[in-house]
């Protein structure tokens, strides 16, 4: 029973490029959370999505951030020209018809 | 007033001792609740979910008040492993929403 997949688990990109992180839900899950942490911070809600549609996007920056979680594969969060401040570890959670939200291993994003 | 505010701590206690933490939230509409556990860099893990009647999975007791609008954690006979952030989490909406943690340190 795979749990959330998440990869990379390590990404490094300079300046200016564009960062992709990728994941991949409990099989059957069909609602995808993102979150964001910053070092010796808490984690920051996102965005939640559901099959092909966006829920809710209120925590995610108006520029430079989308998200998509197609009818097929992973649910994306991308980020065009990736900047320092964007350097975090990104958490990808889903659940399914109950609330109970099970996580990925994240993606540590180092901006150089 | 923040959507969910948790006492950062940290908590230092020995090993035995019984901790309580508590997280209020400010959505009177939220439905479900959650106590989360984080490592160090680590993914956060699903602990407990929190019930109307209140719960309890061996050293661990959750409540909720709703009228009050808190949850609580306790932890009865701490253990080193214990030692991590622990993560309220609220459901306001559509998201699931999560405080700061409360840091709690168990030491021999």
């Known amino acids: 029973n795979a749990g959330v997949m998440q990869n990379p688990r390590h990404l490094v990109r300079r300046r200016g490029q564009e960062a992709r992180l990728r994941c991949s839900p409990v099989?059957?899950?069909?609602?995808v959370y993102w979150y964001r942490q910053l070092p010796e911070e808490g984690l920051k809600f996102m965005v939640y999505?559901?099959?092909?549609?966006?829920?809710?996007e209120s925590g995610m920056p108006k520029e430079r951030f989308s998200a998509e979680f197609p009818k097929e594969g992973p649910s994306i969060l991308r980020i065009q020209q990736v900047v320092r401040g964007d350097s975090a570890a990104y958490f990808c959670?889903?659940?399914?018809?109950?609330?109970?939200?099970?996580f990925g291993q994240g993606t540590r994003l180092t901006v150089v | 007033r923040k959507e969910v505010e948790q006492d950062p701590g940290p908590f230092n206690v020995p090993e035995g001792a019984t901790v309580a933490f508590n997280c209020t939230y400010s959505?009177?509409?939220?439905?479900?609740f959650f106590w989360y556990r984080q490592d160090c860099r680590k993914e956060p893990k699903l602990l407990m979910s929190v019930y109307s009647s209140g719960n309890e999975d061996g050293r661990f007791t959750a409540q909720l008040n709703r009228a009050s609008q808190y949850i609580s954690l306790l932890i009865r006979d701490s253990k080193l492993s214990d030692s991590a952030t622990y993560l309220c989490?609220?459901?306001?909406?559509?998201?699931?929403?999560f405080g700061k943690g409360t840091t709690l340190s168990v030491s021999s």
């Open positions: 959505n009177s509409a939220s439905q479900s």
């Open positions: 989490v609220v459901t306001p909406g559509t998201a699931l929403i």
């Open positions: 099989k059957g899950h069909s609602h």
């Open positions: 959670a889903s659940s399914g018809q109950g609330n109970e939200a099970f």
């Open positions: 999505l559901q099959k092909e549609n966006i829920i809710d």
